[in-house]
């Protein structure tokens, strides 16, 4: 079964908190993306990485973090410098960081801070 | 900067109708759009896509016409059922540039 997952589906945080959302892929693509996206808006680009152990800043990265120590895992830290977290986060993969390349996304991750 | 932007946020047919969902962009260079449909608290799901030496591309039920004149981009949905009921977005991209531009979607209402 072949694809992109997100975990955990739901998660709240308390304000001051630094919190990691998961995201893995068994595609074997070597690009991976963060999005974030809030009500009535696209898709806004966090972080996006071409390859293992190198990633890049998107639009908003500010108050946000990324690794790519393996191909299958990208890892998005959301921090507390982060000053409206609460959102709707998609990770997406695609063959190579070419915009031609179709991007997959997972199933998102809506974080809400109490 | 690049935009891309919706002329209708909200757009409500029968089913059975053919609904045609429009998008506009403001980069001229951009040679890459993609449409994705995007179901309640659900990631977006790859549609179709067109480059910009292609006027139309017709996938299943679907249609994608460009534009490039006025800018513009639409999607055609024949025949359409109440699984369509979904938000749409456009993207843009262009050879080099390695992020693509969202537009805010649109919202397909399908009413039995």
């Known amino acids: 079964d072949g694809g992109i997952t997100q975990s955990p589906k739901y998660l709240f945080r308390k304000e001051g908190q630094n919190v990691t959302l998961s995201c893995e892929q068994n595609?074997?693509?070597?690009?991976m993306y963060w999005y974030r996206q809030d009500p009535g808006q696209g898709l806004r680009l966090i972080y996006y990485?071409?390859?293992?152990?190198?990633?890049q800043k998107g639009d908003i990265a500010e108050g946000y973090s990324v690794s790519r120590e393996k191909k299958e895992s990208f890892p998005l830290t959301v921090t507390s410098a982060q000053k409206n977290p609460t959102a709707f986060y998609l990770c997406a993969s695609a063959d190579s960081a070419s915009p031609t390349d179709t991007q997959y996304f997972g199933p998102g991750t809506r974080l809400t801070v109490l | 900067g690049e935009s891309v932007g919706l002329h209708l946020p909200t757009l409500s047919v029968q089913e059975g109708d053919n609904s045609i969902i429009n998008c506009a962009y403001s980069n001229s260079a951009s040679d890459y759009f993609i449409w994705y449909k995007q179901e309640s608290g659900k990631g977006p799901q790859f549609i179709i896509d067109?480059?910009?030496?292609?006027d139309k591309r017709q996938g299943q039920r679907v249609t994608v016409l460009l534009n490039k004149t006025v800018k513009h981009l639409s999607l055609q949905i024949a025949a359409t059922q109440p699984g369509d009921s979904a938000v749409y977005f456009c993207?843009?991209?262009?050879?080099?540039?390695?992020?693509?531009?969202f537009g805010t979607g649109t919202r397909l209402l399908v009413s039995p």
């Open positions: 993207a843009e991209s262009y050879l080099g540039f390695q992020k693509l531009v």
């Open positions: 990485s071409q390859i293992v152990n190198d990633f």
């Open positions: 067109i480059r910009s030496n292609m």
């Open positions: 595609l074997n693509h070597d690009a």
